[in-house]
């Protein structure tokens, strides 16, 4: 029989349809083959000239910048949704508000290889990416203007990647997102509630049941939540209650490296290298310290398409449950 789950954070229902169950060997995907040489990537050593100058780089010693020499090479997207330059200039139209399309829009190369998937780098190459993130969120927190700073990866043409070249985007905004506001709204009416914070109940949870538990290392847990929008849904949370992604420790920015070069080699071997997208959930830039609300980041191989009834009600329809999946996973390697 079909069951109905509740999503503790932000009370949203899903579906998990066993009448139209599918084991998760069903989900294997046909893998993307890369296309366009490095020759003409833009995102390849030796066609710096053909990106916005970087903002950030590791290279080697000697290199110059916006030149070859780099291992993980940080620029603004060349059309991006928002502009770093100019005043917000926040105004109304009657009931109408409006402002001036403000922010940050830049592009993380995460490795100089263009052959090379995120999963498969070496963990000091994967390292530095997730180093990379921490650097440039707290460089833009210092801009007055900017509420939230999203990271966010797209993998696969299906999943939102124009260039193949692996790569992940980082958007700030001057306004926190909707989702945001709604998810740390839930998590405050839990924690007013029973005076603890959802996630660390949850990582409590999840840990001592472990059927929805994937992998683990000393700071994270890598789990299927139980309620999943998406088939192998994945969230990776810190053991230890922190709100702000940016003020993690090296050690942990190191473990959260680790299972999460993990989780993506379990995806990939367990679903043929399937098109996923990922978010850092973070708190917003202008708060720190928040007792209910803990990071986290969320994995979605995008294996089945939200349709009529997904977009009319808001539920949605998960065909296979988060304990099959991460028993799956579990045991892929």
Excluded at 138 to 145: E, H, I, N, P, T
Excluded at 177 to 196: H, L, N, Q, S, T
Excluded at 257 to 264: G, R
């Amino acid at each position: 029989m079909p069951e109905l789950r509740k999503d503790p954070v932000l009370g949203r229902w899903v579906i998990i349809s066993t009448e139209r169950a599918k084991r998760p060997k069903d989900f294997k995907s046909s893998p993307e083959k890369k296309t366009v040489s490095p020759e003409a990537c833009p995102f390849c050593p030796g066609n710096e000239s053909a990106t916005p100058p970087e903002i950030f780089a590791y290279r080697e010693s000697n290199s110059k910048a916006n030149s070859s020499g780099w291992t993980l090479r940080v620029i603004p997207n060349k059309f991006p949704a928002l502009l770093i330059e100019g005043d917000i200039n926040r105004r109304g139209e009657g009931i109408y508000d409006r402002m001036n399309g403000i922010g940050a829009h830049e592009v993380i190369i995460e490795t100089s290889d263009h052959s090379m998937d995120l999963a498969d780098l070496e963990i000091n190459l994967f390292r530095n990416v997730i180093y990379a993130y921490q650097e440039r969120m707290l460089d833009l927190k210092k801009d007055q203007r900017l509420r939230y700073v999203m990271i966010f990866k797209n993998f696969g043409a299906v999943a939102g990647a124009s260039l193949e070249h692996t790569h992940s985007q980082l958007i700030a905004t001057p306004v926190i997102p909707k989702r945001v506001i709604e998810e740390m709204d839930g998590a405050r009416r839990y924690f007013e509630y029973r005076e603890r914070c959802i996630f660390c109940d949850i990582v409590v949870q999840e840990t001592k049941n472990r059927k929805r538990l994937i992998s683990e290392n000393n700071s994270f847990i890598c789990i299927c939540p139980f309620a999943p929008r998406f088939p192998f849904e994945t969230w990776i949370l810190p053991r230890n209650h922190i709100s702000n992604f940016e003020d993690a420790t090296k050690e942990e920015l190191d473990d959260l490296a680790s299972i999460l070069k993990d989780c993506l080699l379990r995806l990939k071997k367990a679903l043929n290298t399937p098109p996923y997208n990922y978010i850092i959930h973070t708190t917003p830039v202008t708060l720190k310290g928040i007792e209910f609300y803990h990071y986290h980041l969320e994995i979605i191989p995008v294996l089945t398409h939200i349709a009529g009834f997904e977009w009319g009600t808001g539920f949605y329809i998960n065909p296979t449950g988060p304990e099959e999946s991460a028993s799956y996973l579990r045991n892929i390697i």
